[in-house]
């Protein structure tokens, strides 16, 4: 199960490139495609699918693929963002930092519109030196450089140590990396339990502890940027840190803070941080790209406080062997993303195969302790905050005063109509691409 998710089998059949393009020389400057993600985060090493069905962006696409070493089959990828100031660009409002992240083309459909990708360095885009007038397929980006810091002596004599050992303790990118990783697993139980099951049994995600023991606090920081509910000003913040020790020191001073997960637009408490749960073997979070090319980040939760409104879809599903329906906040309509469903009925489906060799072990343990949950949530990380904004119980009061006095509902009445607290809203297949 697992293995098919982090494959995004759903992608189709892909065809693998061969051979691995070199990483670009840091602190150099080069000229690449370049393509804008709205609302989308991809950091070095992160698996990335792309639809590609604009013609204009399939454009981009070619030019990667056609250029010589070491620039072949490399895209910069940066993120937009709505909420923010617009860029103008060929007509469109668009808006998104500076700082990039290039990925690798690894694998392509037949016609070329469907990609998976690799994040791979961090780059800045330079606007101002690029080709006037300005064009996504001649971008001029620096490299950032990204290295290990040289650990420090802490077998020196503390009798000639210009300060006590907890100072470089402090700023000591190892030392930050385990601490990281033992509040990682102290805080979150990642993992979910069987139907049936007792609370108390859980499993422990393998990826986590994989991702987590690995020697290179560099990998380490950017894959907790993925995995936790970070806010998208959060994650866009730790992303562009410079070094590697202020990324982890930030991230364990927002660890030791989260709590809940809340609406990031009205601030209802939608799920507790032990909620979160392991549905690829890449860890917690993911990115998912559906058939109109719409791209989303998301975390897996074992459940969240969000509203029902369709039947369960199984086509276009991104986790084989599980239908998806739409979740909405409770408080606001905000979409908040998905509730996935394990399903029987594999008629029709082409992915039939799949789903019926996966629908065996859902509820059963795997090889490797985890379980595969009978249902799960997949919320957007653009709609998720982890901490309660100071005027955020304003607008959640606001909120359940129009449903009441406005609109003549009230809690008792969903509830009548079969809204749960702990259930997710769906809808159409054009929500999907919201």
């Known amino acids: 199960m697992t293995a098919l998710i982090s494959a995004h089998s759903y ?49 981009i696409v070619s030019k990667a693929m056609q250029a010589p070493l070491p620039l072949s089959r490399l ?48 780059c800045e885009i330079d606007f101002q030196n690029s080709p006037q007038p300005l064009d996504f397929q001649r971008i001029s980006m620096h490299v950032i450089p990204d290295t290990l810091p040289r650990p420090l002596p802490f077998s020196a004599d503390p009798n000639q140590a210009a300060f006590p050992r907890f100072v470089y303790r402090s700023v000591d990118a ?35 502890v994989d991702i987590c023991e690995g020697s290179d606090p560099i990998q380490l920081s950017y894959w907790l940027v993925g995995n936790l509910p970070f806010n998208p000003s959060q994650r866009r913040s730790l992303f562009q840190e410079e070094s590697v020790i202020d990324r982890l020191s930030k991230e364990i001073d927002l660890i030791k803070e989260m709590e809940s997960i809340y609406c990031r637009d009205c601030g209802l408490c939608i799920a507790g941080i032990d909620a979160l749960i392991e549905m690829n073997d890449e860890g917690v979070g993911g990115h998912y790209v559906n058939s109109h090319g719409a791209l989303h980040d998301m975390l897996s ?84 905050d982890n901490k309660l904004r100071s005027n955020s119980w304003v607008v959640a009061m606001g909120e359940n005063f129009q449903r009441r006095f406005i609109e003549g509902t009230s809690d008792e009445d969903e509830e009548e109509e079969g809204s749960e607290e702990w259930e997710t809203d769906t809808g159409s297949d054009d929500l999907l691409n919201e």
């Open 301 to 384: 939760l074992k459940n969240a406080r969000a509203r029902i409104v369709s039947e369960p879809e199984i086509d276009n599903s991104w986790f084989p062997g599980y239908a998806w329906q739409i979740a909405y906040c409770p408080g606001c309509r905000e979409h908040l993303g998905w509730y996935f469903t394990s399903v029987d009925d594999t008629q029709g489906n082409p992915n039939g195969e799949r789903r019926e060799a996966i629908r065996g072990l859902v509820g059963r343990r795997e090889g490797d302790g985890n379980y595969l949950p009978d249902s799960f949530f997949g919320l957007r990380t653009a709609a998720l």
């Open 11 to 59: 992608l189709g059949d892909l065809q693998e490139l061969e051979g691995r393009t070199p990483l670009l020389e840091p602190g150099s400057t080069y000229q690449l495609p370049m393509l804008p993600v709205d609302d989308a985060l991809v950091c070095p090493g992160d698996f990335f699918p792309l639809r590609i069905n604009d013609p204009r962006l399939r454009q």
């Open 75 to 122: 895209i910069a990828l940066i993120m937009t963002n709505h909420r923010e100031e617009p860029f103008h660009f060929g007509g469109a409002h668009l808006s998104f930092s500076t700082i990039a992240c290039t990925v690798e083309i690894i694998k392509q459909s037949a016609d070329g519109q469907t990609l998976l990708t690799q994040g791979r360095q961090k």
């Open 174 to 208: 190892v030392t930050l990396a385990k601490t990281a990783r033992n509040l990682f697993i102290e805080k979150f139980s990642i993992g979910c339990t069987p139907h049936g099951e007792g609370e108390g049994e859980r499993s422990t995600s393998t990826r986590k």
